[in-house]
């Protein structure tokens, strides 16, 4: 079943051609890797989804995007209720400077879903144990999140990403910089989160895609060159410039 259909997306920043008439669907609970080198669109396509594009004015994007059949551009879409239904977890941990509690109880607050109580804690639990963290962190939510290592940072915005419910989760480059053990326990926490969500993987790491994937999409300078299974992709690709990608000749 497709969670999200991308029709004949296009994105110009001026007369350039970022994306060049993308079209692919992101099903339930699988995990879609979106690999390509540098330039290729990857971030942008990313930020098409949930409308952050919108904050980039000199970004014209074209064509249709729906979530479960409504239309992600359409008149009248409540943008803020489309990123609660939509997440996203970005390359460079982003957490707030204030404890570990309110980082994870903000987006409550914010989306009027409560903030404070039993269940509110029932549900912090739940997002940092899916995020790997709460054994790490259980005796010291009070803490500033600020003093976390950078895995630690990472998976805690993971768990804010999730403590909302979303249908959806972007990742945009989520383990870079970090060291294999951090980049091991987000790729686990995936493998969980994708039984309650649909999951979009924007990675340089075509081993980490070839890991951590249900099927995986090839850009290449703006346009979609591939998407298959991951298997299909990693061993036997059907167009040759997936295929220098995949094996590092290029990127």
Not at 202 to 207: D, E, I, L, Y
């Amino acid at each position: 079943m497709d969670k999200v259909i991308v029709e004949n997306l296009k994105v110009k920043k001026g007369n350039v051609a970022i994306l060049r008439g993308i079209s692919l669907t992101i099903r339930t609970h699988e995990i879609l890797a979106v690999i390509g080198p540098a330039g290729s669109g990857k971030t942008t396509f990313l930020r098409c989804l949930n409308r952050l594009i919108d904050l980039e004015p000199e970004l014209k994007p074209e064509g249709r995007i729906t979530l479960e059949g409504v239309k992600i551009y359409g008149e009248g879409t409540d943008v803020s209720f489309l990123r609660r239904r939509i997440g996203m977890v970005f390359a460079v941990p982003n957490p707030l400077p204030m404890s570990i509690l309110d980082n994870l109880t903000l987006g409550l607050r914010i989306h009027g879903l409560g903030g404070s109580g039993p269940i509110t804690l029932e549900r912090v639990e739940r997002s940092l144990k899916a995020a790997y963290l709460w054994e790490e962190v259980k005796d010291r939510l009070k803490e500033s999140a600020l003093k976390l290592s950078g895995g630690q940072q990472q998976r805690l915005c993971l768990a804010r990403s999730i403590m909302v419910d979303p249908e959806l989760l972007l990742l945009d480059e989520p383990c870079s910089g970090l060291d294999p053990i951090s980049t091991a326990k987000i790729e686990e926490a995936l493998q969980g989160l994708k039984r309650e969500m649909s999951i979009v993987l924007v990675t340089n790491n075509v081993k980490q895609a070839s890991r951590c994937s249900d099927r995986t999409a090839f850009l290449l300078m703006g346009d979609l060159v591939e998407i298959n299974n991951t298997d299909q992709i990693f061993t036997n690709p059907q167009d040759g410039r997936t295929s220098d990608y995949v094996s590092g000749r290029f990127g």
